[in-house]
């Protein structure tokens, strides 16, 4: 069974940085297009950033110039370098990515999101 695991969130304070990773495992063989979104109080889930299997990126215009999103094909993991940070980036980070992996001996790719991670910015 495929899972992403997100990771790295927590409580930092403004100005600061943070680093998530989101790891997929279970029978894998890659990760195509992944995304981070977040979502706050009271707010509908946002997409923060978004990379491509071919490693093309593209940012909300909140983050542009403070986020960067990376990926390992190797380790199956996407990253999220979060600098800059501000405290209306308060929100959980999800992952969410088109995995392809195999069901039954057959290979299908379906869409996962991750269980989130909290990240706190604190004034």
């Known amino acids: 069974q495929v899972q992403l695991v997100e990771s790295g969130g927590g409580l930092v304070q403004a100005g600061g940085s943070l680093r998530l990773s989101c790891a997929a495992s279970?029978?894998?063989?890659?990760?195509?297009?992944a995304g981070w979104y977040r979502q706050a109080p009271g707010n509908q889930r946002e997409l923060v950033a978004h990379?491509?299997?071919?490693?093309?990126?593209n940012y909300a215009d909140f983050v542009k110039g403070r986020f960067t999103i990376s990926r390992d094909n190797v380790k199956n993991t996407v990253y999220l370098q979060m600098n800059s940070l501000k405290p209306d980036d308060t929100a959980v980070y999800y992952c969410?990515?088109?995995?392809?992996?195999?069901?039954?001996?057959?290979?299908?790719?379906?869409?996962?999101w991750g269980q989130g991670t909290q990240v706190t910015v604190s004034s």
């Open positions: 990379i491509t299997s071919g490693g093309s990126t």
């Open positions: 279970g029978n894998i063989f890659s990760i195509y297009a």
């Open positions: 969410n990515a088109d995995v392809q992996s195999t069901e039954g001996g057959v290979a299908v790719v379906r869409n996962y």
